[in-house]
C-alpha cells in the first residue's frame, strides 16, 4: 500500500460554494387586509378574545403571501385527505418550479444532479417529493436521496449544512437542496386557539432550491456550520397530529426567549468555529414574524432597522418556514454579499440551527 504523505493528511477538504439559488411561490395572493377580515368572520362570533388577538395581524409586518389554494378553499372545513393531496400537488409543483429555476441559473440539467436533499415539515409524502418528481424533472436514476422532515422554520440552514457537507464529501458532484412549506394547509377553522391565530397572521407557502459543488471554486462557499438544541423546550414549537391534520404548536413567549436566550447559543457556535460575533460582516436571519425580527437585533446587539431585507421578505411573502431564510440569502446575494455572514434560523427543538458563508469580494 502507497504510503500517505503528512502533506496529503493534512490538506483539507475543500468547501461546498453555492452554485446557484432559486426560490419559487405559489399563483394566489392573499393581502393581508383580507385574511384579517376573513379571520374575523370566522373566529369573531366564536372566540371572544379576538378583539385583543386580532392585533396581531396588523404587528406582523406582512403585507402579502402566497397560498397553494385559492383563498375560499381555506375557509370551507378540510381534513387529512383533502390537505394531502393539496399537499402533494402544490409541494411537486413548487419543488419543479424552483428547482428548474436554481438548474438554468447554474446552467445545468436535472440529469447532473447526483444527490438531493429534500426539506418540508408541512405535508406527508411517501415516496417523497423528490422521487414523485424525478420522471418530471429528470433527474437520474441513480440520484442520491435524502429527504429530511421535522426541521420546521430551521430546516432552510440546517438544510443548507446537510447539503454542504454531502457536496463537500463528494467533491465535483452537484447537490441539489429544496426547501418546500405549505404552512397554509396548517390553518385551521376549528382551533379557537391563540396559537391558530398566531398561525393564521404569518403562515405563506413557498420553496427556495440551492445548488452546491466542492472542488472548483466559487465565490460564495460554505465554511462553516453549527446547532444549539434548548433542554426541555419542546412546548416551544412543532404540530399537533389530529383527525383534522396538523395544528400548530406555538408559544408568543418566543420574541422572549430570543432576546434571554440566543446570543449565547451563537457566540458558543461561533467559538467551535473558532469565530466572534466581530468575525460577522452580516447576519442573514430566518424571520419569523416583525417582533421576532426585532428580538433579534436585540440579541445580536444590531441596531434597530438592521435586518432590512428580513422585513421586506416577511411583508412581501410571510413566514414560509424553512425556505424563507433562503429568500433573504437570495435578495442579500442580490443586494451584495460582504466578506462573512452568519445564516441562523430558530426551529422546533427548540433549536438554532447557523451556517457562516465567505464571499470573495
Not at 406582512?62 to 400537488?89: C, H, M, N, S
Amino acid at each position: 500500500m502507497p504510503k500517505v504523505s503528512p502533506a496529503a493528511k493534512r490538506a483539507p477538504m475543500p468547501k461546498a460554494a453555492l452554485v446557484s439559488l432559486a426560490t419559487s411561490v405559489p399563483p394566489n395572493v392573499f393581502l393581508q387586509k383580507d385574511v384579517l377580515a376573513a379571520a374575523w368572520e370566522v373566529f369573531g362570533p366564536r372566540l371572544p378574545e379576538f378583539e385583543t388577538l386580532s392585533s396581531i395581524f396588523t404587528n406582523t409586518g406582512i403585507v402579502k403571501r402566497y397560498g397553494v389554494k385559492p383563498f375560499d378553499w381555506y375557509l370551507q372545513p378540510r381534513g387529512w385527505p383533502e390537505r394531502t393531496k393539496a399537499f402533494l400537488e402544490g409541494a411537486e409543483a413548487l419543488f419543479v418550479d424552483a428547482a428548474n429555476k436554481a438548474l438554468a441559473n447554474a446552467q445545468l440539467s436535472a440529469a447532473n444532479i447526483d444527490t438531493i436533499v429534500t426539506i418540508s415539515s408541512t405535508g406527508i409524502a411517501t415516496p417523497s417529493l423528490e422521487a414523485r418528481v424525478a420522471g418530471r424533472m429528470g433527474f437520474r436514476s441513480d440520484v442520491t436521496r435524502v429527504p429530511v422532515f421535522g426541521l420546521g422554520c430551521a430546516g432552510g440552514i440546517s438544510g443548507l449544512s446537510i447539503a454542504a457537507r454531502l457536496a463537500q464529501a463528494r467533491p465535483g458532484s452537484n447537490v441539489l437542496l429544496v426547501a418546500v412549506e405549505l404552512c397554509s394547509l396548517a390553518l385551521r377553522l376549528d382551533e379557537l386557539t391563540k396559537a391558530n391565530i398566531v398561525a393564521t397572521s404569518l403562515f405563506g407557502d413557498g420553496a427556495a432550491a440551492v445548488i452546491l459543488r466542492a472542488g472548483d471554486g466559487g465565490e460564495t462557499q460554505i465554511e462553516n456550520s453549527g446547532e444549539h438544541l434548548w433542554p426541555n423546550t419542546l412546548g416551544i414549537m412543532g404540530w399537533n397530529v389530529d383527525p383534522e391534520g396538523f395544528g400548530v404548536i406555538f408559544q408568543r413567549t418566543i420574541p422572549n426567549f430570543v432576546t434571554a436566550h440566543l446570543k449565547p447559543a451563537v457566540v458558543q457556535i461561533l467559538a467551535n468555529m473558532q469565530l466572534s460575533m466581530a468575525d460577522i460582516d452580516r447576519f442573514i436571519c430566518h424571520p419569523g414574524g416583525a417582533r421576532v425580527i426585532s428580538a433579534l437585533e436585540t440579541a445580536l446587539a444590531l441596531d434597530q432597522g438592521t435586518l432590512d431585507h428580513e422585513r421586506q421578505i416577511i411583508a412581501d411573502y410571510g413566514n414560509m418556514s424553512a425556505p424563507t431564510v433562503l429568500f433573504v440569502l437570495e435578495r442579500a446575494r442580490n443586494a451584495g454579499l460582504p466578506s462573512r455572514s452568519l445564516l441562523t434560523a430558530l426551529g422546533p427543538g427548540f433549536t438554532v440551527s447557523c451556517v457562516t458563508l465567505r464571499h470573495a469580494t
